[in-house]
C-alpha cells in the first residue's frame, strides 16, 4: 500500500486518541514485559567473556569478541615518547572536552587526542536536554529517585548523588561559558519533561541542546590553547612496572605511524558502541562509536560493570531508507506525541523509561500489528501531526527545527504526516567501572562519560547522558589535575599487554580480532 | 516472530531492486544505488572515509560537501549524510578551509559588543553579495545574521544561529573573507554569557545544596535498605 494510504489510520484515529490515557505499567508487568520483549534478555546474543577482570560475566558477543582481541601493538615497540603530557584524554565529546577545560583550569598540562576531529561524537547530537533539578518543587533527591527507578535500582548510589548535586552547578558553569539554554519569560531556565521523570527537569537549547554545548566547549577548548592531536586513534595504553597507567599509543590515521604520550594520569572518554550494531540493530551514534575505550582499559586491567545492558531507543526512525538509526529526539514524546500501531491504537505510556516503551514497540511489531517497509523493516507510527494540532500550527516547527528539517530533506513534512519509528542502538548502559572521581582500579586511569559504567544502572534516564558528561568529565579533570602535580612521570612500558598475551594464549587465542576497531568496516571491498 | 500480513506494508520496490545511477565523485564516474545518502554512495564505491565522517546524523558538520546535480551549472551544498544521490549527479567533499578563528576569553570581555570588531575587523566589510547564506546547508540567512552582528542585536543571531552545525561551508565564498560562523559563534557566546538574564532559582538551588538543605532526605534514604527503598521510590510519581 501506499505510505500515505497508510497513515491515514492516524489521522483517522487521532481525535479519538487525544482524550485517552493510557497508564504505566506496574513494576511487575514491566518486568514481565521486558524480559519478554527487551534485546537485552535474548540470551542466544550473549556469551560469557573468556579471561581478563571479568572473566565469566557475559556480554553480547560482538563486544565480548573486541574485548578478547589482540592489540595491533608488537611488544617490542620503540616507546621513545613524542610528546608527554600532566593530563592526556582520549575522546574529543562532552566529557573529554569537560575533563580538557577542568584539567587545564587546573593547571595541567593537558593533551586532548581523538581519532576524529575535535567535537566528533555523540554528544552533539543530543537532542532531548539536559536532566537537572533547577525547578522550586524539584529537587536533586527527585532527580535521584527517578534515575534509580529508570535504572532498575542497579545505579551506583555513590556516582548518582554526586552526578546530581552537581547538576545545578554544571549549569551555571555551561551559562557561564555562553551556552543559551532555554528561558522562561521570568528569565529562569525552562524545564521539560522528559520521559521517566516525575517532574520536568530536562534544561534544552530547543533541539539543539547537545550541539550548543559541544559548540562552545569545542571553542572553549580551542581559546583556551590546548594541545590536540586529531585524527589519531588510541590503539594501546601504556603501563609501569607496578601496572599503573602512563601513556597511550595512537595511530596517525592521515599516515598510519605511531605516536607515543606519555602521561602522568590519562582519561578515557571514548563514548560507547552503536556501531558495533550488536543484534543487527541500526544506531544512532557517531562513526566513530565502537567501544575503542573499553578495549584499552580491559587489558590494562580494568574492571568493567553492567557490560551486558544497552539502550535502544524506542525511536529510530524506519523510513525513509537513508534515515535508518536516525533518531527522532523523544522530546516529541514529550510534547504529546503519541505511537500508534497499525490498527489506530495505542499501546504504552509514552513517557515510560525508553527501555519500557522500546520493548512495547518490538511487542506489537512481533506480534503483527507493525507497519512493514518493503526492505523487510518494521515499526509503529510517531504521531507528529498531534503536536500542531494539540498546541497548535507551527509547534513543531518552533520545537523541532532540527528534526523538521531532517525529513524535509527527504520531501516529508512531519506536521502532516505520521514518521514510522522502530528501536535503535543508542546507548551503552555500562562501561569500565569508576568511583566519584571518575578512577578506574588502575592506579593514574580515569573513565568519564559514556564509557564509564554504574551511574545509569540497567537504563540510563533521558537527558541524564550529557549530565554525566559534565559532571565526571569535570569530576576526572580536576582529579587528575590534582594527581599530575604530586608525582613524576612514570616508566612506560607494554608489560599490561605481556600479561594480557599470556592469559589469551592460555585461552588459546580465539578471538581472532585485532582490537580497538576504530571505525566501522562500511567501505565496500568489491565490485 | 512477526506474522506476514500484505495490508501493513509501504510500497517501496526501489528498495527490493535498488535502480543504479551514474554519479561521479570527485571527477571519477561510478555506479550506485538511487537514493543512498552521499556518504553511503562513497562507501559504496569503495572509498575510504576517515575525514569527512562524524555524527552521520547531520549535527557535526564534519561531511560539508559541494555537488552539482545534472545539467545545472549551479554547484551546491549539502551535509553528505543527509542529501541522497540522484542519477548525474556529480560531487566532492569540502577539504577543511584554513579560516582564521579568533581566541578570546569570553568571561572577562568587558564590551563584548565592541570587542567584534577587535577579533573579527573584517566583520563589517560585508558587500551583500549573499553567496554565504546560498551557500548555508541548514537554511540560516547567513547574510542577515553578519549584519546583525555589526549592528549589535546579538540576540537574534544567537536564535538565528541555532542550528548552524559550524560546516564552514559559508567561509570559502566570502569575498570579504568573513568566517561568519566563526564570527555568530563568538555573538552567540557573548550573548549567552553578558546579555542574558541571571537565572535567580538556579542560584537559589545551587546555595540550598551548599548549605545542605537536602541533608536530612539524603540521610534517610541512603540508609534505606533495598526493599526499603523500592517501596518509597514508588511512592514518588
Known amino acids: 500500500m501506499d505510505i500515505h494510504a497508510l497513515q491515514q489510520i492516524v489521522h483517522k484515529t487521532r481525535d479519538a486518541r487525544r482524550k485517552q490515557t493510557i497508564p504505566k505499567f506496574s513494576p511487575a508487568d514491566r518486568d514481565q514485559l521486558i524480559h519478554k520483549y527487551h534485546p537485552d534478555f535474548r540470551a542466544s546474543a550473549y556469551r560469557p567473556i573468556k579471561f581478563g577482570p571479568n572473566e565469566g560475566d557475559k556480554t553480547v558477543v560482538e563486544l565480548a569478541t573486541l574485548l578478547e582481541g589482540d592489540s595491533p601493538i608488537q611488544d617490542d615497540l620503540d616507546l621513545t615518547p613524542h610528546d608527554q603530557a600532566d593530563v592526556l584524554i582520549i575522546g574529543g565529546g562532552g566529557a573529554g572536552c569537560a575533563a580538557a577545560l577542568h ?15 575535535l567535537g566528533d561524537s555523540n554528544s552533539v547530537m543530543a537532542q532531548g536536554g539536559m536532566q537537572i533539578s533547577v525547578a522550586p518543587e524539584d529537587s536533586p533527591v527527585t532527580h535521584f529517585i527517578d534515575t534509580l527507578k529508570g535504572g532498575h535500582m542497579q545505579n551506583d548510589h555513590a556516582l548518582l548523588k554526586v552526578m546530581v548535586e552537581d547538576g545545578p552547578s554544571i549549569a551555571k ?85 605511531h ?9 578515557l572518554a571514548t563514548g560507547g558502541i552503536g556501531r558495533l550494531h550488536i543484534q543487527g540493530f541500526p544506531t544512532s551514534n557517531h562513526y566513530g562509536a565502537t567501544g575503542d575505550g573499553l578495549c584499552l582499559a580491559y ?101 523541532f527545527p532540527a528534526m523538521m528539517l531532517q525529513f524535509e530533506r527527504f520531501g ?91 592469559e589469551a594464549k592460555k585461552h588459546g587465542n580465539v578471538s581472532g580480532v585485532i582490537s580497538p576497531m576504530i571505525l566501522p568496516a562500511y567501505t565496500r571491498k568489491v565490485g | 516472530m512477526a506474522q506476514e500480513s500484505t495490508e501493513n506494508v509501504i510500497d517501496q520496490p526501489e528498495v527490493l531492486k535498488p535502480r543504479m545511477v551514474t554519479i561521479e565523485i570527485a571527477g571519477k564516474k561510478v555506479d550506485v544505488p538511487e537514493g ?49 544521490v540522484q542519477d548525474g549527479m556529480s560531487f566532492t567533499m569540502m577539504p577543511p578551509f584554513p579560516a582564521r578563528k579568533a581566541t578570546y576569553e569570553i568571561q572577562t570581555l568587558q564590551d563584548p559588543k565592541q570587542d567584534l570588531f577587535n577579533f573579527y575587523p573584517e566583520a563589517p566589510l560585508c558587500r551583500n553579495c549573499n553567496a554565504c547564506t546560498e551557500a548555508c546547508p541548514q537554511r540560516i540567512d547567513v547574510r542577515e545574521g553578519v549584519w546583525k552582528a555589526v549592528f549589535g542585536d546579538f540576540k537574534s543571531v544567537s536564535e538565528m544561529f541555532m ?26 557566546r557573548a550573548q549567552g554569557a553578558h546579555f542574558s538574564e541571571q537565572a535567580v532559582g538556579l542560584d537559589t538551588r ?23 527503598l523500592a517501596e518509597h521510590c514508588a511512592t514518588v510519581k
Open chain 1, 259 to 267: 605516536v607515543v604520550v606519555a602521561a602522568k594520569c590519562v582519561i
Open chain 2, 36 to 84: 543512498i545518502t552521499v556518504i553511503k554512495a562513497m562507501w559504496y564505491a569503495g572509498i575510504d572515509v576517515v575525514r569527512g565522517v562524524g555524527c552521520l546524523g547531520g549535527f557535526c558538520g564534519a561531511c560539508a560537501t559541494y555537488y552539482r546535480t545534472k545539467d545545472d551549472p549551479k554547484v551546491r551544498t549539502c551535509l553528505a549524510c543527509q542529501t541522497a
Open chain 1, 173 to 257: 558553569w555551561l551559562l557561564e561559558l555562553g551556552v543559551l539554554f532555554d528561558r522562561q519569560a521570568d528569565g529562569n531556565l525552562h524545564v521539560k519533561k522528559g520521559g521517566g521523570s516525575s517532574k520536568p527537569r530536562l534544561l534544552t537549547c530547543s533541539d539543539y541542546t547537545g550541539l550548543e554545548i559541544m559548540r562552545v566547549l569545542k571553542d572553549e577548548v580551542i581559546n583556551q590553547k590546548i594541545q590536540l592531536l586529531e585524527f589519531a586513534a588510541a590503539v594501546e595504553l601504556l603501563s609501569d612496572d607496578e601496572g599503573n597507567c602512563t601513556g597511550a599509543i595512537f595511530k596517525d590515521l592521515d599516515n598510519q605511524r
Open chain 1, 103 to 117: 584539567a587545564h583550569g587546573a593547571g595541567a598540562k593537558v593533551i586532548l587526542a581523538t581519532k576524529l576531529r
Open chain 1, 299 to 399: 587489558r590494562m586491567g580494568a574492571k568493567l560493570d553492567h557490560i551486558d545492558t544497552f539502550q535502544y531507543h524506542p525511536s529510530g526512525a524506519v523510513y525513509p531508507e537513508q534515515l535508518i538509526g536516525a533518531l527522532v529526539t523523544e522530546g516529541i514524546r514529550s510534547e504529546g506525541g503519541q505511537l500508534v500501531n497499525a490498527k489506530g491504537e495505542r499501546f504504552v505510556n509514552e513517557l515510560d523509561t525508553r527501555d519500557v516503551v522500546s520493548s512495547s514497540i518490538i511487542r506489537e511489531c512481533e506480534e503483527g500489528r507493525g507497519i512493514r517497509t518493503m526492505s523487510g523493516r518494521v515499526g509503529v507510527w510517531l504521531d507528529t501531526p498531534l503536536l500542531d494540532a494539540e498546541h497548535g500550527s507551527g509547534t513543531l516547527e518552533k520545537h
Open chain 2, 163 to 188: 542550528d548552524c552545525v559550524m560546516c564552514g561551508m559559508c567561509t570559502p565564498v566570502c569575498i570579504a573573507d568573513i568566517a561568519p560562523n566563526l564570527v555568530a559563534l563568538y555573538v552567540s
Open chain 2, 206 to 228: 545551587i546555595k540550598e545544596i551548599q548549605e545542605g538543605r537536602f541533608n536530612d532526605e539524603w540521610n534517610k534514604i541512603l540508609k534505606m535498605n533495598d526493599q526499603e
Open chain 1, 412 to 502: 516529508i513534512d512531519i506536521s502532516k504526516d505520521p514518521v514510522l519509528i522502530y528501536p535503535t542502538l543508542h546507548y551503552q548502559n555500562g562501561g569500565v567501572k569508576i568511583d566519584t572521581n571518575s578512577e578506574t582500579n588502575v592506579r593514574n586511569l580515569f573513565v568519564a562519560g559514556e564509557a564509564s559504567g554504574g551511574l545509569h544502572g540497567r537504563n540510563r534516564l533521558m537527558g541524564n547522558s550529557l549530565l554525566d558528561l559534565m559532571v565526571f568529565g569535570k569530576r576526572s579533570g580536576l582529579t587528575a589535575a590534582g594527581h599530575a602535580k604530586e608525582m613524576k612521570q612514570g616508566k612506560l612500558t607494554l608489560k599490561h599487554l605481556q600479561r594480557f598475551r599470556a
